[in-house]
């Protein structure tokens, strides 16, 4: 089964950027569908970005379309989310997911997760 770590959060203030990286344990990783979520204080957990196994598919909530991005290297094992034009709304702790059994996922049936990172952008 694949094993996920997250790292890249941190401080930021607003406007400024952020690259969320997911390590991956576990060859299959490739063939695995993977988001990232995120959930605030007070707030229920959301899906923010999805991609496909193949990295041929993509999808971003509303709220981050045109800041952040998406991407995987499935000969590194990692994922990426790349986060541009930061604001306090994004102030969360962000967790990478893996889905062994759908080639693309954009619902919250996710069975492989991160520990989780936490992001702070002050205003």
């Known amino acids: 089964q694949v094993q996920l770590v997250e790292s890249g959060g941190g401080f930021v203030q607003a406007g400024g950027s952020l690259r969320l990286s997911c390590a991956a344990s576990g060859r299959t990783f490739s063939s695995y569908a993977m988001g990232w979520f995120r959930q605030a204080p007070g707030k229920e957990r959301e899906l923010v970005a999805a991609?496909?196994?193949?990295?041929?598919?993509?999808w971003y909530a509303d709220s981050v379309k045109g800041r952040f991005t998406i991407s995987r290297d499935n000969v590194k094992h990692t994922g990426n989310l790349r986060m541009n034009s930061l604001k306090p709304d994004d102030t969360a702790v962000y967790y990478c997911?893996?889905?062994?059994?759908?080639?693309?996922?954009?619902?919250?049936?996710?069975?492989?997760w991160g520990p989780g990172t936490q992001v702070t952008v002050s205003s």
């Open positions: 991609i496909s196994w193949s990295g041929g598919s993509t």
């Open positions: 997911a893996a889905d062994p059994h759908s080639d693309f996922n954009i619902g919250d049936e996710y069975d492989t």
